[in-house]
């Protein structure tokens, strides 16, 4: 059976803390596009809903294990992280358009950058031997795709961000859209911490980093995708 040698600790954390985090992305997801679809609500959804499907790859990897099917288990893994990582290219996304408005900022534009960032993940994800696994499949980076990954996210996504926010940030005048985008300011930072925490924690092999790191994801990851929704995906 399935359920037969299956890790029940890793799996009821992850089962609680990712599946809770999905749920409420899924949500954030639908109230904004509910409310109308246009370029900018679009860019957010998919933000919050194509992250939401990365956890749940995870939750899936982590609930196949006892198979212990090797293809499936590489490709669910590689799905998860591709997913969990591929999203932020939608905030950088959603940020342009709002700052350069649709006639600048044009769907072709928005089409490659999204294109390149995809392909590339998912070449770094394929590197050979910088993913391993162990006998209880609990994934590892080695050195150089550790350091390639946080190269490739901090040069296509951390710094173009924070360049573009700033630059978003001065043409606010009003004090409640500076409040309302300092909040989202605020949860984009806490998105940042998690992922790069979570590549770290997939890289490293201390113990106590690996503990604090789990408990306290949880709670960044709830309080980024709501103070993202509240600054400015609640009134876009």
Avoid at 84 to 113: C, G, Q, S, Y
Avoid at 200 to 229: C, D, H, P, R, W
Wanted: proline share 3%; with cysteine.
């Amino acid at each position: 059976m399935i359920f037969q040698g299956i890790d029940w600790p890793r799996l009821i954390i992850v089962l609680f803390s990712q599946g809770f985090v999905a749920i409420v992305f899924v949500i954030l997801a639908f109230k904004i596009i509910k409310r109308k679809r246009d370029r900018s609500t679009v860019t957010l959804f998919l933000f919050y809903f194509i992250l939401s499907i990365g956890l749940v790859f995870n939750i899936l990897f982590v609930l196949l294990t006892p198979t212990n099917n090797e293809l499936l288990l590489r490709t669910l893994y590689v799905l998860s992280s591709f997913f969990i990582a591929f999203p932020f290219v939608f905030n950088l996304v959603f940020i342009n358009v709002i700052l350069k408005l649709k006639d600048e900022f044009t769907i072709k534009k928005m089409a490659v950058i999204i294109g390149v960032y995809g392909i590339i993940l998912l070449s770094l994800h394929l590197i050979p031997d910088g993913l391993t696994f162990d006998s209880n499949w609990t994934p590892s980076y080695n050195l150089l795709l550790f350091v390639l990954i946080y190269v490739f996210l901090t040069a296509y996504i951390t710094v173009p961000t924070t360049y573009y926010s700033a630059r978003l940030y001065k043409l606010f005048k009003a004090r409640n859209l500076k409040y309302r985008f300092r909040l989202y300011l605020i949860g984009i930072c806490l998105m940042f911490v998690t992922i790069y925490g979570g590549i770290y924690f997939i890289a490293t092999y201390n113990q106590l980093f690996k503990t604090i790191y789990s408990v306290f994801a949880f709670f960044m990851e709830i309080a980024a995708g709501l103070l993202v929704y509240y600054g400015l995906g609640k009134d876009l």
